[in-house]
């Protein structure tokens, strides 16, 4: 998707970012294709990635270079991957030698034109050489350090860095093993790469060496001598601490905690049986240490009630620059919710405070003496943040446009809001419309211009204070066109007619233009991007597949469970005359209510893994795959059951169970994996008295009203 189209759509205004005093956010640079991660080189130039666009494993990503705050049309190297859901190009890093060897190190998912590709996409680390002459790779320079790492469209990971030895220290995630098989998860499976904190050593020639440090290198077979840690999900990012040298690493959560971690040899962070401090789907505020065999994360913050959270971004300022409240402090950046957090790690209470906010998708933040870089993947842009001690200020604002599509003459609204200036001086608003004519002054926040005729515009608003000082310059795209614009068209091929998507469906969508179809760009004149929204994010399932019509196989498996998931499929329309016309279409699912509650008491029960409350519904989609599971034995009303079987009905209460009236199914299974259908589901595990419950061994029941018996006191 990109990121400047999706932010600048009729209705809808750019944000400003919002800062403690005197701090500033300058964008360094813009104009990126879902940037995701850089580095600073020597020089002070950046070099950049980006996720990748197309479909699937036929992506192209590319590394790109800013020279002197100035993105080189060029890209610095073009490589191969899968660009599915969260994957692509994850992540760079220069050898610490770079000065002499000019090497940097790519983390990817590789696509069909890789090298050595033998059609499965696996994740892999390459080192490249970097000519700083031509500002490109040397040709041919890849040489291949660690691969065939378990790939997913999900949970990759991409945390790199570097020790004083000279050894790598690469954070993978759980490949989207997920939790609704535990004894499937690869984050516990010690001869997979996947869930892990690796260290290795790199080699001139290629692949690595083990340091014989490594925790587990004697630990036997089927032990990958490579580990240095496990049990993580996705651990994205990863940096050093100068004032104790330590490294650590942001883990994304998933339902109810989000991490920071220190990396540490040989331990064990939990996942998937502990999420954040806590057991997994514990919320509770006070939850009890790990147990010795687990290690809890050195900072962790809770999703908040309504909504989701996701750790993405972080670096410690260590300069002098900032006043010294910032300093030593670790800033770190929720991908949901579009802020910046602050924490002294050393602090016992490890409070956070909320740094900045409007500075959405942040995937990767760099710190030097003067700031911090932070980069943006949906805006396509790189920010600074730093501190203006003395000094005019310059003004902020954002921008508004209504229309911001139409049929010539189409007269546009402008206007400037949340204008600001720390100063408090008198502001000036200058406008450009893109189409040839004078920039207008107004000492007023609003403007409206006509445009005659059709053509693509870029309108911009720059706000100037009565001091000279200037905001930066805000981009607004404005599209005339008088023609027959392409309409998507939606087919279910596997139930013609149904609009609302089910798991296993295999959906069409194909670009319908009427009236003449002659002008289109005759290479690409339809590029298609498919969007999955979860929450306040998305998932890239198609970036930039170019086709009249593009198909989409929906998973048997959710994404995520009990929440608002749906996917938007954009369609961009290309002439001939470089015109860039869009149209959205949203795709929804066909969803249900499953419930389940014990008989005749509460009882533990789990969908996909996930803890359900007494009589809790859970919102699924029709035709996906879920996992049912109650606990064997239970504790209710100062007696001892036994799990018998499930009662299935459309209707509960307990009339069903005494044998009343309606439809019902019993099945013996404690463990279902059963597919969602079109009609609502109560799922009550029937418990069989077995014996009356000794007071000595009552559960402290807590808000769950349940758990298991110990095994001596069920009798056979």
């Known amino acids: 998707m990109p990121p400047v189209y999706a932010h600048h759509v009729d209705g809808e205004a750019t944000v400003a970012v919002e800062l403690p005093p005197r701090f500033v956010a300058r964008t360094v640079v813009s104009g990126l294709t879902l940037p995701t991660d850089m580095v600073i080189l020597p020089s002070g130039d950046l070099l950049v990635t980006e996720k990748g666009m197309g479909f699937e494993q036929f992506a192209t990503a590319q590394v790109r270079l800013v020279r002197q705050g100035v993105l080189q049309p060029e890209p610095v190297l073009t490589l191969s991957v899968n660009e599915k859901y969260d994957s692509g190009l994850y992540s760079i890093i220069l050898d610490p030698e770079f000065l002499v060897n000019h090497y940097f190190y790519l983390w990817y998912s590789t696509g069909e034109n890789s090298l050595g590709w033998d059609g499965t996409t696996v994740n892999r680390l390459s080192r490249f050489t970097y000519n700083e002459a031509s500002g490109k790779a040397v040709a041919d320079s890849e040489t291949l350090i660690l691969d065939n790492i378990l790939w997913s469209p999900l949970h990759n990971g991409g945390g790199l860095a570097f020790d004083a030895q000279g050894n790598l220290l690469v954070t993978t995630g759980d490949a989207g093993s997920g939790i609704s098989t535990l004894a499937s998860n690869l984050a516990q499976d010690v001869s997979s790469f996947n869930g892990k904190v690796l260290r290795i050593r790199p080699r001139a020639e290629g692949g690595y060496e083990i340091p014989l440090d490594n925790p587990y290198i004697n630990s036997g077979y089927g032990v990958r001598p490579e580990l240095y840690g496990l049990g993580l999900r996705n651990p994205f990012r990863m940096t050093?601490?100068?004032?104790?040298?330590?490294?650590?690493?942001?883990?994304?959560?998933?339902?109810?905690?989000?991490?920071?971690?220190?990396?540490?040899?040989?331990?064990?962070?939990?996942?998937?049986?502990?999420?954040?401090?806590?057991?997994?789907?514990?919320?509770?505020?006070?939850?009890?240490?790990?147990?010795?065999?687990?290690?809890?994360?050195?900072?962790?913050?809770?999703?908040?009630?309504?909504?989701?959270?996701?750790?993405?971004?972080?670096?410690?300022?260590?300069?002098?620059?900032?006043?010294?409240?910032?300093?030593?402090?670790?800033?770190?950046?929720?991908?949901?919710?579009?802020?910046?957090?602050?924490?002294?790690?050393?602090?016992?209470?490890?409070?956070?405070?909320?740094?900045?906010?409007?500075?959405?998708?942040?995937?990767?933040?760099?710190?030097?003496?003067?700031?911090?870089?932070?980069?943006?993947?949906?805006?396509?842009?790189?920010?600074?943040?730093?501190?203006?001690?003395?000094?005019?200020?310059?003004?902020?604002?954002?921008?508004?446009?209504?229309?911001?599509?139409?049929?010539?003459?189409?007269?546009?609204?402008?206007?400037?809001?949340?204008?600001?200036?720390?100063?408090?001086d008198i502001l000036s608003y200058h406008w450009g419309f893109g189409d040839g004519s004078e920039v207008v002054t107004t000492t007023t926040p609003t403007v409206t211009h006509l445009y005659a005729q059709d053509g693509d515009y870029l309108?911009?608003?720059?706000?100037?204070?009565?001091?000279?000082?200037?905001?930066?310059?805000?981009?607004?795209?404005?599209?005339?066109?008088?023609?027959?614009?392409?309409?998507?068209?939606?087919?279910?091929?596997?139930?013609?007619?149904?609009?609302?998507?089910?798991?296993?469906?295999?959906?069409?969508?194909?670009?319908?233009?009427?009236?003449?179809?002659?002008?289109?760009?005759?290479?690409?004149?339809?590029?298609?991007?498919?969007?999955?929204?979860?929450?306040?994010?998305?998932?890239?399932?198609?970036?930039?597949?170019?086709?009249?019509?593009?198909?989409?196989?929906?998973?048997?498996?959710?994404?995520?469970?009990?929440?608002p998931i749906w996917y938007e499929i954009q369609l961009a329309m290309h002439t001939a005359s470089g015109q860039v016309l869009r149209t959205t279409r949203a795709l929804y699912p066909q969803t249900a209510q499953i419930e389940a509650q014990g008989w005749p008491g509460p009882a533990l029960i789990t969908l996909d893994q996930q803890l359900l409350s007494p009589n809790q519904s859970m919102l699924v989609t029709v035709g996906q795959t879920y996992v049912l599971e109650a606990v064997e034995k239970n504790v209710y009303e100062r007696k001892v059951g036994r799990f018998k079987n499930w009662i299935v009905t459309e209707s509960w209460p307990g009339a069903v169970a005494a044998g009343g009236a309606g439809e019902t199914e019993l099945v013996a299974e404690r463990r279902l994996e059963l597919v969602a259908s079109a009609a609502s589901k109560t799922y009550v595990a029937f418990y069989e008295y077995v014996q009356p419950a000794h007071l000595s061994f009552l559960p402290s029941l807590s808000n769950r009203q349940s758990t298991e018996v110990p095994e001596s006191q069920v009798p056979e």
Request: charged share 20%.
């Open 459 to 563: 309108a911009t608003l720059q706000v100037q204070d009565s001091r000279g000082g200037e905001s930066e310059i805000i981009p607004q795209e404005i599209h005339v066109y008088s023609g027959a614009l392409a309409q998507i068209v939606q087919e279910n091929i596997t139930e013609p007619g149904r609009a609302l998507y089910h798991g296993g469906d295999e959906i069409r969508f194909r670009a319908m233009r009427a009236g003449n179809i002659t002008g289109l760009d005759p290479v690409a004149p339809y590029v298609w991007t498919v969007l999955l929204h979860h929450n306040e994010h998305i998932h890239f399932y198609i970036s930039a597949a170019v086709d009249d019509e593009v198909t989409l196989q929906i998973p048997t498996r959710t994404h995520a469970l009990g929440e």
């Open 240 to 424: 050093q601490r100068a004032a104790d040298q330590k490294f650590y690493f942001i883990d994304v959560g998933q339902d109810s905690w989000e991490e920071v971690n220190e990396v540490v040899a040989g331990v064990n962070y939990g996942w998937p049986y502990r999420e954040g401090r806590c057991p997994i789907f514990n919320t509770d505020v006070d939850c009890p240490p790990a147990p010795s065999e687990y290690t809890d994360p050195i900072f962790d913050y809770a999703h908040p009630p309504e909504g989701a959270a996701g750790i993405t971004a972080m670096a410690f300022y260590e300069g002098t620059a900032w006043p010294e409240q910032y300093r030593g402090r670790l800033f770190f950046a929720d991908f949901n919710s579009g802020w910046v957090g602050m924490v002294d790690l050393d602090d016992p209470t490890k409070s956070v405070t909320q740094f900045a906010s409007g500075i959405s998708s942040l995937v990767d933040m760099q710190a030097t003496p003067e700031g911090i870089y932070a980069v943006s993947i949906y805006e396509g842009r790189i920010y600074f943040i730093y501190y203006a001690e003395d000094g005019n200020l310059p003004p902020t604002a954002s921008l508004h446009a209504m229309p911001t599509t139409g049929t010539a003459p189409l007269m546009v609204e402008f206007a400037a809001t949340n204008a600001h200036d720390e100063d408090g």
